[in-house]
């Protein structure tokens, strides 16, 4: 049995992805294509809400919400300016991928090589007895509890998510009905940049920060809707934990063969059961 | 021993059964029509046949030999290759090049052949090219041979879904509602057409709405409703069936 | 009817001309080294090339109508087999550059084999992971890669051909011939392939799969086949590469190499599966190479991002620098071509 700081770890982990996935399946479900760079707006994320905190002595959790809507604005016109002007599938998913380097390299211009740690927002940790929490990790977990009510408020009660589940679902028949489906896309894409923004905020004080922290955010909460099924929010929950959980308790026994275990183990998954473990359909 | 043969075919999905128990026997060189309302089932017997669908129970057999379990393109192979309802085509392509493209089954030169360019393919393969032209003449659509498929009307890409399935060396043709949205001539040319495939050699299997399309082709015909057979007989019989006038008027009218 | 089918002979005035200009590259191409033999020259090249070989395997592979995250895994698979085989078992150099190239396309058929029918998105995350775990073995596997330390490879052999020393340490011109050797076998290879009647086969999948099946085509068996050729030369190319820079690591051979593997097929157009991929892979490693030198650091990815999205947003609706070629060559010909070159049609609009 694996301490229960590794336990903690898988948590905070799962968290991240779930909160990353949450955006990807979004925007998969409506755009219907993969947003590759999903990962550089959490790393732009991250490097923004360091700013705001060092430079510019915003306290955190404004220069937190601040930062999700510049990058929301940012996945906007990206959507706008870039991704309406390409067409076909094969070249959206070239265009994204190629925006990766773009995005990194402008972080690296303003950020430097070096890392650089947030770590003085939120000192201090939660004494459980036998083991600590800090305080950065349980925020980490009780913001995408947030967020996952504040989704599930908004998909099922407001009047935004119902076109946007119109729009996931039948597309022609909801513009029939009267739902702005380029509309809904851009809201749709703005918000799940801000998420993956969002996660890089909350993430920046928990590791350090640096021009490439988006990479493997990326890749992982890939994985987590591939488990989860593509385009179930659900799905994206579950497959998040077990990737989490999965990860970081096999790499206590494993150490980084555990990645190899994980990839191994999506390879199988999707040979065996393409729409995920809980996907019914696609959309 | 049929020549094509279905034996109590049924196909699920989920509870529903768009098939059930179809048994009929196909003939060689006769052209059988399948008549019946929308949501009959037609659709999915030939999405059976041709391999698209797997059945849920019953055999499919074919010169003796069972294809229910194979793949669409072993199907084609042995010699059924279907049309689609919609015009699924090789959009971009010129017409000349969507037929060569449909024409692999023509070819008795291996792929390595092909590779090597040897005399024996380059032969072939003139032949072929030869055949191909000819099929898109006798369809009315020479004059389209260099433009791609998708600026063609309406009616010559349905011309084309012919063409292309024909390019596979059919021994049967199963053509799914090759009239859908032609008006009174052009589907007058396409029953021309079928007649003159049929009197290639070519055993035909009709999903049909239109009656008097029918009536004009078939031999013989297999009435479906709600993926039931319920009649089996000449065309001009099965006309003044109760059963066949209540399937497609309803009950109530009769 | 002559007249038509004057058309589909394979020797044809129309077709020869653009093989005459086709010709006029691969003959400047091997007398480079007759007029300069500086590093810098010779280097870009030689990556451009290796590079080159790899997206044309993509491209071969997508014509499939499957986007392969994996080339650059089938690279460390070659690099690595050809460097543990010279290095850790002493085997001669020539027949573990050989194997390289015949493990890579043995893993690929067996992986392909399973693989493969699996389509679309879920088919890149799993060479995309695929790439990934080979990373990651050849990391941790200490004892036979080094791990991120890397393998350093022993050089080719000498070579004497009577008055012909052919010393591989000297310069890079060997390694330059070398490479243009593989590019040329690639493209001869697959250029055959998108002449003949394979080709026409894979591009019916790419177009349409559905229709393709029904119409006798076996889609796992050209799928593994492309999958497979694409992993041999990816795996010569792998080799090659190892051994010109003298050390394999884990670093050089990653998810990045493949999207950028990616990048340079679909940039340099993926209607032709020789020509596209070659100007694509030269131009953008040049135009990286040419960055990095730039002062400011990270403006070199900044800027090579930005070209690649400007390529895709302004060329006409999905098509590459290549398709350019035919437009050129109408307007010196002022004359329509009527016969087309797959996906080169635009239509009338």
Known sequence: MPPAGIWIDGLVQSSTYITMAFGMVLVFSILGILNWTHGQYYMLGAVIVYYGVTAAGVPFPISMLVTGLIIAGLGMLVKKVIIDRVSGDLYVGAVTLALIFFFEGLASMLFGMQDKGLANVMPGSMDFGSFSVSYQKIAVVGFTLVVMIAMYIVLNRTKVGLSIRAAAQEPRAASLYGVRVDRVSLIVMGIGCALAAWAGCIMGPVYSI???IGRIPMIFSLLAIVIGGLGSLSGAIIGGLILGFLNSVMAYYISYYSEV???ALVIILLLVRPQGLFGAALK | MAFLELDDLTKLFGKLAAVEDVSFKVEQGEVLGI???????????????????????????????????LRPDEIAKLGVVRTFQSNVLYEKTTLVQSMLMSSRLQYKTSDIESFMETKKY??????????????LQLLDLFNETFRPASVLSHGYQRMLGIALALAANPKVLLLDEPTTGMNYEEAQFVVENIKRINEQGITVLLIEHNMKVL???????VVLSFGNKIADGNPHEMMNKPEVIEAYLGTETV | MNVWLNRFRTFDWRNTWPKVVAAVPVIIFLLIPVFTQGEIVLNMLILSGIWAVAAMGFTLILRTGQFSLGQAAFMAIGGYTSAIISVVLGWPWWFAFLLSGIVSGIVAMLIGSVVL????I????????LTEVIRIIAQQWEPVTHGSRGLITTPPPNIDLGPLHINFMANSVPFYYLTLILVAVTGLVFWQIGKTRMGGTFYAMLANQTLAEHEGIHLMKYRVIA??????????????????LTVISPLIFGLWQSIQIMMMSIVGGMSSLVAGPIIGSTLLYVLGIQLARLPIYGIAQLLYGAVVVLVLIFLPKGTGLIDLWPRIWRKIYREVEEYEIPGETRQED
């Open chain 2, 215 to 221: 009536l004009n082709v078939a031999t013989r015909v």
């Open chain 3, 117 to 120: 029918r699996v389509g679309g």
């Open chain 3, 227 to 244: 999958f497979t050729l694409a992993g041999v030369f990816a795996g010569f190319a792998g080799a090659i590469y190892a051994n010109y």
């Open chain 3, 122 to 129: 879920y088919f890149s995350i799993i060479t995309l992971s």
């Open chain 1, 210 to 212: 640096n021009p490439f």
């Open chain 2, 122 to 135: 380059k032969d072939e393969h003139e032949g072929v090219v030869g055949n191909a032209l000819q099929t």
């Open chain 2, 35 to 69: 008549v019946g309302p929308n949501g009959s089932g037609k659709t999915t017997l030939i999405n059976l046949i041709s391999g698209y669908y797997k059945p849920t129970r019953g055999t499919i057999s074919f010169m003796g030999k069972k294809i229910s379990g």
């Open chain 1, 261 to 263: 275990v994980l990839f």
